[in-house]
């Protein structure tokens, strides 16, 4: 189903203001384990955790230094501040998305939890329920950010005339958009229904996915619950490693600035009962991507996928939007 203009449209408005303390927030203050499962018919409806002041406004400052950054490096000179804003936060958005996806695949590994399916399906559903389950605005805008590079990234594809590859262990970019927006939509259809009517996405599926939305959060707490550091336990080590990249020196920086990987390496040792130390790497390897590589105990994070979403930006966000009649399905 092709996907509604308007919902890319939607998405390409200034919303993430403050996307990267919607993450950090999240990680820090919330439990990765999701809620009780409610019942399929009426979503279980959670209380909003309180944003510290304090937290935001660093996490602003950060933002802001980001920009001031970028704006000095002169590949972007000619860039307006706004876009420049805008293009951090949908790049920082999708990196952090694509990293909490990592860290999903690690806790799969390292604590040996069963999946039933893909298990690129179960990291991307982990992803989303570690989003929905801080349960305010903030967390909304960094996952419909997600949503938006899935939906670019489709733009793209058909654009450059990428051969879409059925056998891939992860879905086709525009499923993993709208599995994002329907775990959304499942969690409280009320609240998402106009993103779900963006979507176009149809009331029937719209139902379907209060189902989705229960299973995986019931699925994803039941398997982390033994799992959960004790008081008394001792905390794993995670480390954090930066490495330089003059190729991508900008990014680099921006991503040691706002210190998201430091947080969800604090976060992670402090909530789980781990089998051993592992380290997240930001580093630079031939190609955009990030992946949780067992053998060397490390989720490594590509400067190069945080440039790729610069460049899916700067190529696709902007774009004339498609006439109605040329909709169609596929």
């Known amino acids: 189903m092709m996907t509604s203009p308007r919902l890319v449209s939607a998405l390409e408005s200034p919303l993430l203001r403050s996307v990267v303390g919607a993450c950090l927030l999240c990680l820090a203050a919330a439990p990765v384990a999701a809620q009780t499962p409610p019942a399929q018919t009426t979503p279980a409806q959670t209380t909003p955790t309180p944003t510290p002041p304090a937290a935001n406004n660093t996490l602003e400052t950060k933002l802001n230094e980001a ?98 590859v059925f056998y891939d262990e992860h879905g086709l970019d525009q499923q993993r958009a709208y599995n994002i927006v329907c775990l959304m939509v499942g969690s409280n259809p009320k609240k998402y229904s106009e993103l779900a009517d963006l979507a176009k996405m149809p009331d029937e599926r719209q139902g379907t996915c209060q189902g989705d939305y229960s299973n995986a959060s019931w699925s994803w707490q039941k398997v982390l ?73 490390k989720i490594v994070i590509c400067y190069e996928l945080a440039a790729d979403f610069g460049d899916l ?13 040329a909709s169609h399905k596929r």
């Not at 390292?110 to 399916?117: K, N, Y």
């Not at 570690?130 to 419909?144: P, Q, W, Y």
């Not at 003059?246 to 998201?260: F, W």
């Open 67 to 164: 920009v001031a950054e970028f704006i000095k490096d002169p590949h972007f000179k000619s860039v307006p501040e706004k876009e420049m804003r805008e293009r951090i936060e949908f790049v920082a958005g999708n990196v952090i998305f694509a990293t909490v996806h990592e860290v999903g695949h690690m806790l799969i590994t390292e604590l040996g939890l069963p999946v039933l399916g893909r298990e690129e399906d179960a990291a991307d559903s982990f992803a989303v329920l570690t989003g929905l389950k801080l349960n305010n605005a903030l967390s909304d805008r960094i996952l419909t950010q997600s949503a938006r590079g899935w939906y670019l990234s489709d733009r793209r594809s058909k654009k450059e005339k990428v051969k879409m």
């Open 225 to 297: 619950e033994p799992n959960i550091r004790k008081p008394d336990q001792p905390k794993v080590p995670v480390d954090v490693k930066y490495n330089e990249s003059q190729k991508y020196g900008i990014y680099a920086r921006a991503l040691r600035e706002l210190g998201v990987l430091d947080s969800m390496a604090a976060y992670i040792s402090d909530r789980f009962a781990l089998r051993g130390p592992f380290t997240f790497e930001a580093t630079e390897c031939g190609e955009p991507g990030a992946h949780w590589d067992l053998s060397i105990r």
């Open 313 to 325: 930006y700067r190529g696709y966000a902007h774009q004339q939007k498609p006439k109605k009649s």
